[in-house]
């Protein structure tokens, strides 16, 4: 990785050498950057500038990580793609599956009766998009009782959703 130092951050770049003989845990007044305060004086926060590796690896990222295409770097923590927990003890890397969570009906009531209090969804409606991602699920929520507001619905069947998936379908074309 090709980083830069950025050493404006709290007036880190008007820091010098501690005077001879000094200690600096005795030093009264430490850096504070975002709530971290250490003795050491300042923080060395780095803003990545590139990153290089071999377009061999590169091509695994965007195109999903086998085992053999995994770079040969020190990983004890792991790395997860959208299939996969990816981790090794030592030399290989193994692949653990990620847990499939089945998402209810009930629990995308939920989320859907907190998005607005003004427009309902069907249960049929709301079967349309249980398998959503739970992370995009308040977006799609969102988008859909925009939708709602902008035609003066107030409930969204099954129809409805049809409309909006249409609509989004066109607009992904684009």
Do not use: Q
């Amino acid at each position: 990785m090709e980083c830069t130092w950025v050493d404006t951050l709290d007036g880190a770049e008007n820091d010098g050498p501690l005077p001879e003989g000094d200690d600096h845990y005795t030093l009264e007044k430490y850096h504070d950057f975002n709530g971290i305060t250490s003795p050491y004086g300042a923080h060395f926060i780095l803003k990545i500038d590139k990153i290089l590796m071999k377009e061999k690896y590169y091509n695994a990222i965007v195109n999903g990580v086998t085992k053999k295409d995994f770079p040969p770097c020190p990983i004890d923590y792991g790395y997860r793609d959208s299939k996969n927990f990816w981790y090794h003890k030592h030399a290989k890397m193994r692949a653990e599956l990620l847990p499939v969570r089945e998402t209810t009906l009930s629990s995308v009531r939920y989320a859907a009766d907190r998005t607005d209090p003004t427009v309902h969804f069907t249960d049929e409606a709301l079967e349309t998009i249980v398998n959503v991602p739970r992370i995009f699920l308040p977006t799609v929520l969102r988008g859909c009782v925009a939708w709602a507001k902008e035609n003066n619905v107030t409930e969204i069947t099954a129809a409805e959703m049809k409309i909006i998936n249409d609509k989004r379908s066109k607009e992904k074309k684009k």
